[in-house]
Each structure stands twice: as C-alpha cells, then as structure tokens.
C-alpha cells in the first residue's frame, strides 16, 4: 500500500525537526506508534520550537515532486530490507532510476578518489564480473574508484549513494555518469532535494552504501580516508568486509593492507567474493503498521505475527563451538538483524561468544 501525501509529510516533519537524528526518530515513533502521535508529543514538550513545521514539510514534498524523485518511508514493505534492520536506518530515502535493483544481492565498492590505473582496472573487472553472476554494485559516484565501479555495472546493475539531495549533481564532472543511473540505475539519498553536501554528510552516506549491501569491497584507501568510515559502518553492521590488497610503497594501498591485517577477506578476484558472498534471506511483513494506517485498518490485521523476541539463552541455543554467520543466526531466530547483532555483542561482552572474521559467531563452551 503506497503512503498518502499527508503520511509522507508527517514523516518528513518528524525527520527534519531539530536534535531528531534516525535513532531518535524510530525510538519515537516506537514510543507513539506513528509519526503525528510522535510530533504530538513534541509540541506538548519544552522542545515544540524544535519542531519541522508543517509549511517547510509541504515545501520539501513540493520540491521532491517538481525533481521527479520518488520517496520511500521506514516502516514500509518498499523500504529496503538490509537499511531496515539498522538502528539508525534513514527515516525516508528519496530515489530515482530503477528501484528493484533494492532486491537480490549487493556489495558496495569503495575506495580512493585519486585512484591509480591499476586501481580503476582491477575495480573494472571486479565489478563487472560480479554484475554477470547477478550482483548489484553499491557506491558513493565520487570520482575515482566509485566511478569505475558504476561504468562498469551500468547495464548489469548499480546504485549510487548520494550524500546531497538527488536534484545535485556531485561531483559535477560525473554528470554523465549520474543521468547514466537515472537511466540504468538507481540514484538514492536521505537529504532533501535542493541540499548541497557538505563533509558532514558524507559518513551519513556512507553508512547507507555499506546497510544497502551484503558486502564492502574496498580497493585503494588511505590510512585515513572515508572509505575506512564505510568499513567501519559494514564491520558494526554485520556486513562481510573484504579488500583489495597493494603495494606497500602506495600511501593509498595503507588502508586496505591494514584492513586485511585485520581480517578483512583478500581479494585477488571475484571468485574470492563468490567463495564469501552470503545468502541473505528477506523477511517481509505482508502488511506493515504504516501501510495498514493507510489502507484503514488495524495493525493486527498483519497476515505474519512479529515472532517472540529470542532471549539470550537461546541464541545461545542456536550457536555452537563451530562459527556461524549472523545472516544464518537471524534466519534461524526469526528476529530482525539489528536485534540479533546487540544481542550477540551483549553476549560477547559476557565472554559467551566469540566473534570471528567474516561476522561469523561461536559459543564459548
């Protein structure tokens, strides 16, 4: 069921009000159900004068029309499953291009701006190669690294991660590239259209690219650089962590060397990705609360009950001295990723689990 205009700019306000970031914006609407419940509650608070007002969230739904762009909400079944699952999961995304690419796998590719040549070539053919076998490439369309992975994707699947509104083309040089996605794509961003990026809004990107997908590729990074902020988001999310390994003497080899120090999975090609790649199973409410709302029934006409919350003694259950990865877990709880991923970082800080490479667990007998 598609949300009305009117539940779109509730959203939107409660999103766009000030000091509410995505945790504080799920956590409320957890509290009061729905989004005018939630704002609400605000304005009978200290903080009303913190709330979006309703003409600026009109404005915003306004713009994002006259753009073209497309809108999905949290709490939706069109929200993408994997963003869903996380704490901080974007309250709304903004789209354009081809939406089902949502769908099937993904692995995001990152790395350097200044690529090198052989940087761009191996992403070239790692990209293209998983594109044939059906995976869709995520990245950030900055110039460099990014940009040789969407190329090489575009007609096997791509999307692009935008840290601006959609209606902004960065960087411009890419602007081929960018009506290329509208075109064989899929553009998204959590901004309003009319925003130009700024560097603060660059991690908030980058967390989408690593929750949208099953997998981070990194190929030529810095020691200090925003791909490394990716693996960081893809390494709390559960997501498998893999990289490109370079020469020692290339300062934008550091990064990468490092993260497979660490453990992340060396890849000399994409076999390397295949013989890691998981399987993701979806779980789809055939009605969610939202949409219920909007069709003008109660919640509880939801065809599949939410399952018992799993209690720690059995996703202890679940596990054994054998490593186990947390896509497995979750199918075999019924729980949602985000819930399990806690779950298991309580019980690792207990010294009951233990975590492996790849986001794979044990139990500690």
Not at 307 to 336: C, F, M, R, Y
Request: hydrophobic fraction near 40%; charged fraction near 20%; aromatic fraction near 4%.
């Amino acid at each position: 069921m598609t949300p009305t205009d009117q539940q779109i700019v509730d959203h939107i306000r409660l999103a766009r009000s000030r000091s509410i970031g995505p945790v504080t914006f799920h956590k409320l609407i957890e509290k009061h159900e729905t989004a005018p419940l939630a704002i609400d509650a605000l304005l009978d608070g200290p903080n009303a004068h913190k709330v979006c007002s309703l003409a600026n969230a009109e404005q915003e739904l306004e713009a994002a029309h006259a753009a073209g762009l497309q809108i999905v909400l949290s709490g939706t079944t069109a929200y993408p499953h994997r963003l869903a699952a996380l704490s901080d999961a974007p309250p709304l995304l903004y789209w354009r291009g081809n939406s089902t690419l949502f769908e099937g796998k993904l692995c995001a590719i990152v790395g350097a701006r200044n690529a090198s040549g052989a940087g761009r070539k191996i992403t070239s053919a790692l990209a293209s190669d998983m594109g044939k076998e059906g995976i869709v490439i995520v990245s950030g369309m900055a110039r460099g690294i990014d940009t040789a992975a969407h190329l090489s994707a575009m007609h096997t699947g791509t999307i692009a991660c935008l840290a601006g509104g959609l209606d902004v083309i960065y960087p411009e040089e890419n602007r081929d590239v960018y009506f290329q996605l509208v075109e064989n794509g899929l553009l998204v961003s959590e901004m309003p259209p009319g925003m130009k990026p700024l560097a603060r809004h660059f991690p908030r990107r980058n967390r989408i690219i690593s929750g949208l997908s099953d997998g981070v590729l990194i190929v030529e990074a810095a020691a200090r650089s925003g791909s490394l902020i990716t693996a960081r988001f893809a390494a709390d999310q559960g997501r498998e962590l893999f990289a490109v390994p370079g020469s020692p003497l290339d300062p934008r080899s550091a990064g990468a060397n490092q993260l497979i120090k660490d453990g992340a999975i060396l890849v000399r090609s994409a076999e390397d990705i295949f013989a890691e790649f998981p399987e993701t199973p979806r779980q789809v409410l055939a009605t969610t609360p939202l949409e219920a709302t909007a069709a003008g029934m109660p919640e509880a006409r939801s065809r599949h009950p939410k399952p018992a919350k799993v209690t720690q003694s059995g996703l202890l259950s679940l596990l054994s001295p054998s490593p186990l990865h947390v896509d497995e877990i979750v199918a075999l709880s019924g729980q949602d990723a985000h819930g399990i991923l806690a779950e298991l970082q309580m019980l690792e800080l207990e010294g009951k689990v233990a975590r492996h490479v790849g986001a794979r667990y044990s139990r500690i007998d």
